[in-house]
Each structure stands twice: as structure tokens, then as C-alpha cells.
Nanobody
Framework: QVQLVESGGGSVQAGGSLRLSCAAS????????VAWFRQAPGGQREAVAR????????YYHDSVKVRFTISHDNAESTVYLQMDSLKSEDTAMYYC??????????????????WGQGTQVTVSS
């Protein structure tokens, strides 16, 4: 049974940092794309960062480039999202999601089969 478990959300002042973790288990294949999505109240769910666990190629939404870093620890089957220089507009529920296969060209929520429960990030100005 595939499971994605997020942790690391919380409240922080603008300019601060948080690190989110997504622990994955139950995958039969090591090759997958893991993404962090976020959804603010009343907004659409958008992919902020993606990583291919085989190639380690990463993709970022323009709004988080330079500030966020996605990484993968193969030994721990965990994907991290380091978020620095946080802004109030980063406030949202953050979700970890995964799909078997490539990342390139896949960034809409319907392209991802597996989802975590979400973790709240709140940035106060």
C-alpha cells in the first residue's frame, strides 16, 4: 500500500524558513516523480516543485525559484522541500504527491496518483 506522509509545516514570520518532509513507502518502482503542491483558501492547487527520483532533475514554479529547494534522500525514501525567505503569499496547505514515471510535462494535480494528507504552512507579515 502506497503511503505519503508529510511533516514539517507550521507558522513562521515573513523572511523565515521551514523544511517540509514527505516520507514515501509502498512503491514497487524506484523511478517516480515526487511533487509538492500547495493550495491557498479559495485558490487552485498548484505544483511548486517537482523532482525525478532517478535523474534528480528538479522543476520549480516561477514564484518559488531561488527561495525553495526540493531534494530526495534515496536511503530514507524521503523528499524534502526547503523553503527560505518565506512570504505571506506562501501561506497554504502543502501536499506531497507522486506519480510513477517522468516529471517532465506533468504538473497538474490529475497527473499524480498518490497524495499525502497535507501540512499547513502559515507565514505572517
Amino acid at each position: 500500500q502506497v503511503q505519503l506522509v508529510e511533516s514539517g509545516g507550521g507558522s513562521v514570520q515573513a523572511g523565515g524558513s521551514l523544511r517540509l518532509s514527505c516520507a514515501a513507502s509502498g512503491f514497487s518502482s524506484s523511478g517516480k516523480c515526487v511533487a509538492w503542491f500547495r493550495q491557498a483558501p479559495g485558490g487552485q492547487r498548484e505544483a511548486v516543485a517537482r523532482i525525478s527520483t532517478n535523474s534528480r532533475i528538479t522543476y520549480y514554479h516561477d514564484s518559488v525559484k531561488v527561495r525553495f529547494t526540493i531534494s530526495h534522500d534515496n536511503a530514507e525514501s524521503t523528499v524534502y522541500l526547503q523553503m527560505d525567505s518565506l512570504k505571506s503569499e506562501d501561506t497554504a496547505m502543502y501536499y506531497c504527491a507522486a506519480r510513477l514515471g517522468a516529471c517532465a510535462g506533468y504538473q497538474v494535480p490529475s497527473s499524480f496518483n498518490y497524495w499525502g494528507q497535507g501540512t499547513q504552512v502559515t507565514v505572517s507579515s
